[in-house]
């Protein structure tokens, strides 16, 4: 008995623990390991006396949106949609989880963050790690050759979450591919422009996209002496530049994957590289990457680009970076990622990236593996990272204190007397029936006061009132909230004017 005491003693002790870390704003890892804790304690209790208990709370790296939270995404998708089909997408979806053998051996060191599920008699299945692979088997599946495609959907990865910094198990992907033969690099550099386009829009601050081929990071490798059976591998250490120093990484290299420290030291000399198209030219003159084969046809593909991208006007957003190596096994040409930029502190120093927030590639072989026959199909896509943005956008609207409309009603039906609630039914039905987005309150008598407050509250913008002088001179009193301003409207004019006070280009809400 004294045991159990205790035992609730170190119970309440932990809860005040996390109850005081919440209060303080803690970061959600340290919150999550305290609450953890608390389970851990909760569970060695017990059930008590009989009565089964449990925490409730979402599986770790997930989260519940709230509706001001949907309304920021909404937001966030319309533009990331209305770019898509602004460059003549379609769009598909596909199942939630697919065959096991189909995720296998697409992403490298990745593979063992994918959820498989429980064998339930029948087929081994795994929840998607992302969306190209499904529109690969797709396409394959279907025998298309030729589609310009975009997929907004969830996708699972039992990675381990940093949830402050937008990064989840389960997550949105928006999703722009271009499958089918084309002339080099005009799909390419026009997933590049969608990539600005849409950042540009969202209006999340600076960001530069960096460019890279896998093609002269494979030469670079065999030039630099490293076994062909080492390429992917060390692919995923030089793709961790962006996080920790060269340093580190040269490391791992030597120290974990076995490397020589003179081949390290020359991938070095290479990887801290990044400049724009006179760097593509620079190193179209070294004398041992321009005589390797892959290496030459990747750099003048990416000097073909920076033409296109020129055009385009984009081309002062985009570093040709040699550190850059994305560790999914797929890509076989161009790759991207586009990181936002912290302003310096000091002059004179060069911005910091702080986060990749969309990135990319050309995956030409991917298709192929699907296919009985290895027919490939050439494609290259993008794919814009939502989480992170919503976090952002999220922070930025905090910080400024602004209010976020989560409905769209237009108006609000309101009565100023008594015992007209059948009146009200009537109008709402009539402005629901014409298209018209309309509420009113689930009250017999509501008070004039509480149905205006409402309206506030909710960001409403126009209240429709109902009295009997009204009803007797056929009318509606339409108020403008934020004006306080009313006019009579004959009844069958209503439904125009709040159309046209609510309009796009006049609405104030």
Same mark, same amino acid.
């Given at each position: 008995?004294? #045991?159990?005491?205790?035992?609730?003693?170190? !119970?309440?002790?932990?809860?005040?623990?996390?109850?005081?870390?919440?209060?303080?704003?803690?970061?959600? #890892? *340290?919150?999550?390991?305290?609450?953890? @804790?608390?389970?851990?304690?909760?569970? *060695?209790?017990?059930?008590?006396?009989?009565?089964?208990?449990?925490?409730?709370?979402?599986? @770790?790296g997930t989260r519940d949106y709230s509706p001001r939270q949907m309304a920021i995404r909404?937001?966030?998708?319309?533009?990331?949609?209305?770019?898509?089909?602004?460059?003549?997408?379609?769009?598909?979806?596909?199942?939630?989880?697919?065959?096991?053998?189909?995720?296998?051996?697409?992403?490298?060191?990745?593979?063992?963050?994918?959820?498989?599920?429980?064998? *339930?008699?029948?087929?081994?299945?795994?929840? %998607?790690?992302?969306?190209?692979?499904?529109?690969?088997?797709?396409?394959?599946?279907?025998?298309?050759?030729?589609?310009?495609?975009?997929?907004?959907?969830?996708?699972?990865r039992r990675d381990n979450p940093a949830m402050t910094r937008g990064r989840y198990r389960?997550?949105?992907?928006?999703?722009?591919?271009?499958?089918?033969?084309?002339?080099?690099?005009?799909?390419?550099?026009? &997933?590049?422009?969608?990539? &600005?386009?849409?950042?540009?829009?969202?209006?999340?601050?600076?960001?530069?996209?960096?460019?890279?081929?896998?093609?002269?990071?494979?030469?670079?490798?065999?030039?630099?002496? !490293?076994?062909?059976?080492?390429?992917?591998?060390?692919?995923?250490?030089?793709?961790?530049?962006?996080?920790?120093?060269?340093?580190? +990484?040269?490391?791992?290299?030597?120290?974990?994957?076995?490397?020589?420290?003179? !081949?390290?030291?020359?991938?070095?000399?290479? !990887?801290?590289?990044?400049?724009?198209?006179?760097?593509?030219? *620079?190193?179209?003159?070294?004398?041992?990457?321009?005589?390797?084969?892959?290496?030459?046809?990747?750099?003048?593909?990416?000097?073909?680009?920076?033409?296109?991208?020129?055009?385009?006007?984009?081309?002062?957003?985009?570093?040709?970076?040699?550190?850059?190596?994305?560790?999914?096994?797929?890509?076989?040409? +161009?790759?991207?990622?586009?990181?936002?930029?912290?302003?310096?502190? %000091?002059?004179?120093?060069?911005?910091?990236?702080?986060?990749?927030?969309?990135?990319?590639?050309?995956?030409?072989?991917?298709?192929?593996?699907?296919?009985?026959?290895?027919?490939?199909?050439?494609?290259?896509?993008?794919?814009?990272?939502?989480? %992170?943005?919503?976090?952002?956008?999220?922070?930025?609207?905090?910080?400024?204190?602004?209010?976020?409309?989560?409905?769209?009603?237009q108006v609000l039906v309101a009565s100023a007397q008594k015992r007209l609630l059948e009146?009200?039914?009537?109008? $709402?039905?009539?402005?629901?029936?014409?298209? /018209?987005?309309?509420?009113?309150?689930?009250?017999?008598?509501?008070?004039?006061?509480?149905?205006?407050?409402?309206?506030?509250?909710?960001?409403?913008?126009? +209240?429709?009132?109902?009295?009997?002088?009204?009803?007797?001179?056929?009318? /509606?009193?339409?108020?403008?909230?934020?004006?306080?301003?009313? +006019?009579? $409207?004959?009844?069958?004019?209503?439904?125009?004017?709040?159309?046209?006070?609510?309009?796009?280009?006049?609405?104030? &809400?």
């Amino acid at each position: 008995m004294a #045991e159990r005491a205790a035992l609730e003693e170190l !119970v309440r002790l932990q809860g005040e623990r996390v109850r005081g870390l919440k209060q303080q704003k803690a970061s959600a #890892e *340290q919150i999550e390991e305290e609450v953890a @804790k608390l389970l851990k304690l909760k569970a *060695q209790l017990g059930p008590d006396e009989g009565k089964q208990k449990f925490v409730l709370k979402t599986p @770790k790296g997930t989260r519940d949106y709230s509706p001001r939270q949907m309304a920021i995404r909404e937001k966030v998708f319309d533009v990331i949609i209305s770019c898509f089909k602004r460059h003549g997408a379609e769009v598909i979806d596909t199942p939630v989880f697919e065959l096991k053998e189909t995720l296998t051996g697409k992403y490298g060191e990745d593979s063992k963050l994918i959820y498989d599920l429980k064998d *339930q008699g029948g087929e081994l299945l795994s929840l %998607r790690y992302d969306l190209t692979v499904p529109f690969a088997r797709y396409l394959a599946m279907n025998k298309l050759t030729n589609i310009k495609r975009y997929h907004i959907a969830k996708v699972y990865r039992r990675d381990n979450p940093a949830m402050t910094r937008g990064r989840y198990r389960e997550f949105y992907q928006c999703d722009f591919d271009i499958a089918g033969q084309f002339d080099p690099m005009i799909p390419d550099a026009e &997933c590049l422009k969608i990539m &600005c386009e849409i950042l540009s829009s969202l209006q999340i601050g600076d960001f530069l996209v960096k460019v890279n081929d896998r093609r002269i990071l494979d030469g670079m490798f065999a030039i630099c002496g !490293v076994p062909d059976s080492k390429f992917r591998t060390i692919c995923s250490s030089v793709d961790k530049l962006d996080k920790v120093s060269w340093e580190e +990484v040269k490391n791992e290299m030597v120290g974990e994957k076995g490397l020589t420290p003179e !081949v390290a030291d020359h991938i070095g000399d290479y !990887v801290q590289q990044h400049g724009g198209v006179s760097l593509v030219e *620079q190193l179209l003159q070294d004398p041992k990457l321009s005589q390797n084969k892959q290496a030459l046809e990747g750099l003048e593909d990416l000097k073909l680009l920076f033409e296109y991208l020129t055009l385009f006007g984009i081309a002062d957003k985009i570093s040709f970076d040699l550190s850059l190596a994305r560790g999914l096994d797929y890509y076989t040409g +161009v790759i991207y990622e586009a990181v936002l930029l912290q302003t310096p502190v %000091r002059p004179g120093e060069e911005p910091l990236g702080v986060g990749s927030v969309a990135a990319g590639g050309r995956y030409d072989g991917l298709v192929g593996m699907f296919d009985p026959k290895g027919r490939k199909v050439p494609c290259v896509g993008l794919s814009i990272g939502v989480e %992170r943005i919503f976090s952002i956008v999220e922070q930025r609207l905090e910080a400024l204190e602004e209010k976020v409309r989560t409905t769209e009603t237009q108006v609000l039906v309101a009565s100023a007397q008594k015992r007209l609630l059948e009146e009200r039914l009537k109008l $709402v039905s009539e402005l629901w029936d014409a298209g /018209i987005k309309a509420e009113l309150l689930y009250k017999k008598n509501p008070k004039l006061l509480n149905q205006l407050q409402y309206c506030e509250e909710a960001g409403i913008p126009l +209240v429709a009132i109902i009295g009997e002088q009204e009803l007797k001179d056929g009318v /509606i009193k339409l108020r403008s909230v934020a004006s306080r301003e009313e +006019v009579d $409207v004959r009844r069958e004019d209503l439904v125009e004017e709040i159309k046209r006070r609510t309009s796009p280009a006049l609405c104030i &809400c």
